[in-house]
Nanobody, 123 residues
Framework: QVQLVESGGGLVQAGGSLRLSCAAS????????MAWYRQNPGEQRELVAT???????NYADSVKGRFTISRDNPKNTVYLQMNSLKPEDTGVYYC?????????????????WGQGTLVTVSS
């Protein structure tokens, strides 16, 4: 089994910054694409940023120029640096990853989700 654990959320004022981390653990051979999503109650989960194994990145228009996604492969960790935060950035942020893992003596490809970390931006 593999597990993703997010951290770094909290309460900040508009204009402030936060850095989210997501660490993967388990019988991991390789992590391919990684992504951050966010969601508010009653709303659809929104894709915020993605990063490939080749470190190609994409961002939602609403966060472009303010957020930066990065990864540290030896640590199996992805980060989301969030600057110039706005109240509309508030939500639960989830980490997602495509992982090739060991399952006994063979490999499996799985898509894993973290438990989420809450980000609240006050005006």
């Amino acid at each position: 089994q593999v597990q993703l654990v997010e951290s770094g959320g909290g309460l900040v004022q508009a204009g402030g910054s936060l850095r989210l981390s997501c660490a993967a653990s388990g019988s991991i051979l390789r992590i391919n694409n990684m992504a951050w999503y966010r969601q508010n109650p009653g709303e659809q989960r929104e894709l915020v940023a993605t990063i490939t194994s080749g470190e190609s990145t994409n961002y939602a228009d609403s966060v472009k120029g303010r957020f930066t996604i990065s990864r540290d492969n030896p640590k199996n960790t992805v980060y989301l640096q969030m600057n110039s935060l706005k109240p509309e950035d508030t939500g639960v942020y989830y980490c997602n990853a495509d992982i090739r893992m060991w399952a006994g003596y063979v490999t499996r490809d799985v898509n894993a989700w973290g438990q989420g970390t809450l980000v609240t931006v006050s005006s």
